[in-house]
């Protein structure tokens, strides 16, 4: 059997994921909830301000939330070990998904005026996200 070249790349991404989501819980809804008026309508969405207050009414939720993503998406990258086209499809989604709400926080965080607490992960993603997107799309050797 074929070893799945592209199941190294599930570490780090997760890696990424788990480091956002510890940052996220710090302290960015607080700043969400208190800079929710200066962000633009068209980047607003109804669910992140319902996520917000139950986060700040309720943090075991968020920290069960956190987790239960962390191992929904361990798990998918387990049961796909074997299968490289399958490993290739799931992981190329969960970086293009992760990317998409990264970018969302470096925009909400541009237009706040102001600097949220997630902007680690989310500049250390913006650098390493299109270079996994491009291991994750060529068909040669991968270097992690």
Same mark, same amino acid.
């Given at each position: 059997?074929?070893? $799945?070249?592209? !199941? ?21 809804? @607080? &700043?969400?909830?208190? $800079? %929710? ?6 980047? @607003?969405?109804? =669910? ?9 009414? #309720?943090?075991?939720? !968020?920290?069960?939330?956190? %987790?239960? @993503? ?5 798990? %998918? ?5 074997? $299968? ?7 992981? !190329? ?7 998409? !709400? ?10 706040? #005026? ?17 270079? &996994?997107?491009? =291991? %994750?799309?060529?068909?040669? @050797?991968?270097?992690?």
């Amino acid at each position: 059997m074929k070893a $799945n070249l592209y !199941f190294s790349l599930w570490l780090p991404t997760i890696g990424l994921h788990a480091l956002h989501q510890i940052e996220e819980s710090i302290s960015f809804w @607080q &700043w969400y909830l208190e $800079n %929710v008026a200066k962000i633009p309508l068209w980047l @607003q969405f109804s =669910q992140v301000l319902k996520s917000a207050q139950m986060a700040q009414a #309720h943090p075991s939720y !968020f920290v069960l939330a956190s %987790v239960g @993503q962390i191992a929904l998406v361990s798990l %998918v990258a387990f049961l796909l070990r074997r $299968n490289v086209k399958g490993t290739r499809i799931a992981l !190329f989604t969960y970086l293009v998904g992760l990317a998409f !709400f990264l970018v969302w926080h470096i925009l909400v965080s541009y237009f706040a #005026h102001s600097y949220s607490p997630v902007m680690v992960s989310c500049l250390l993603g913006v650098y390493l996200i299109p270079k &996994w997107i491009r =291991q %994750v799309l060529s068909h040669g @050797q991968l270097a992690c």
